[in-house]
């Protein structure tokens, strides 16, 4: 049977263009240095980012943790969203690898954090603290829905942390995404954090990996604490050549996921039963509740017969994240069949 996944954009496959890269890529041991498929990954990643250097990481999760370790010591602090992806999803990694306290604020509806509470819980100097080193903020923000932080945000945040001296890690995830929805370049988000990490493996289609970008002395820093991680890959260029793919040809086309997303959640809107705000949809992250009294469960169920995969955010709440491989008459296939459901009862 033929199924519509729209758990995550992360179940892409990688393209044919992809396979052949990965296919003829030239390669060497990128422990030493020398692999040229990955070396010329991480030159055109640091300079999408606008940044000095970069380094190919196997994840997110990783490229998140090796940035936090690069960032802390043992014993530091770091502040972040609670509902930030480093926090929620990442098995308690910086905590138990990197021996930092995770301190949470508030995560507003659409992934901002207020300035306010960053600077009323940076720590002062005092002999009970610990110190306060490093901030991480999320675009888009997965949990609260593909939210988008714009520029000048992001510029804000960076300018209060800085004075405030620490520093800032982005997790740009899906960066892309939200450089798309504003229509400007990338580098503009990125201009004053001073590291990110972004997935090659979620809309971009790549099959593995994820780049973290920074200074040159941060990157340095960070390549060995990968390789502590045992994250040092030897004829990594297999993989890095899908990634180049990646951002040569697939950033294009994330424009394409973001007006499949609106058509999807429109069409929710139009279904009794069924919660959406197409209006404020920011990205390809589409979030609905189900207010028919039919228990969640009992509904992934029916959707699961009839070969539709969606996430499910908790209680009524769900999520269906639009990619390459979902085409429009997917959508309005999707449609149909909730309309269907939500008819029945
Ligand atoms: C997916 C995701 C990650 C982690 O990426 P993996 O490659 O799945 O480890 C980190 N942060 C955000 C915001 C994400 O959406």
């Not at 390669?27 to 040229?36: F, I, L, N, W």
């Not at 960070?222 to 899908?242: N, P």
Request: contains cysteine.
């Amino acid at each position: 049977m033929k199924t519509i996944d729209l758990r995550s954009d992360t179940v892409t496959h990688p393209t044919q263009e992809m396979r052949k890269a990965m296919f003829e890529a030239e390669v060497g041991d990128d422990v030493y240095g020398e692999d040229p498929t990955v070396n010329r990954l991480e030159s055109i990643a640091a300079d999408k980012m606008g940044k000095e250097d970069s380094l190919f990481t196997t994840s997110g999760t990783q490229s998140n943790l090796i940035a936090v370790l690069t960032h802390t010591v043992h014993g530091d602090e770091i502040i972040l969203g609670n509902s930030s992806h480093i926090f929620l999803n990442e098995v308690g990694g910086a905590a138990a690898l990197g021996g930092v306290v995770m301190h949470t604020i508030q995560n507003d509806r659409s992934g901002h954090l207020d300035l306010n509470d960053i600077e009323r819980v940076v720590r002062r100097d005092n002999i009970h603290y610990p110190k306060t080193t490093l901030l991480c903020i999320e675009n888009t923000h997965n949990q609260c829905g593909g939210t988008i932080l714009d520029q000048v945000y992001t510029n804000k945040v960076c300018e209060l942390t800085h004075i405030l001296g620490i520093k800032v890690h982005l997790d740009g995830a899906r960066i892309f995404n939200a450089a798309t929805a504003l229509g400007i370049p990338t580098q503009l988000l990125t201009e004053n954090v001073d590291s990110v990490s972004f997935c090659l493996s979620k809309g971009l289609s790549a099959p593995v990996g994820s780049m973290l970008c920074g200074s040159k002395e941060f990157i340095k820093k960070a390549r060995k604490i990968r390789k502590m991680l045992g994250g040092g890959m030897r004829q990594a260029g297999i993989i890095a050549a899908a990634g180049i793919v990646a951002l040569e040809i697939m950033v294009e086309r994330l424009v394409e996921d973001h007006k499949k997303a609106k058509r999807l959640a429109q069409g929710l809107e139009r279904i009794r039963g069924i919660n959406s705000d197409s209006d404020n949809l920011p990205t390809n992250i589409v979030m609905f509740s189900l207010e028919t009294g039919l228990s969640p469960s009992k509904f992934m169920d029916y959707l699961w017969e009839e070969g539709i995969r969606i996430g499910s955010r908790g209680g009524n709440l769900f999520r269906a994240v639009t990619h390459r491989e979902i085409s429009s008459s997917d959508i309005d296939e999707v449609l149909a069949h909730f309309e269907t459901i939500c008819r029945k009862l």
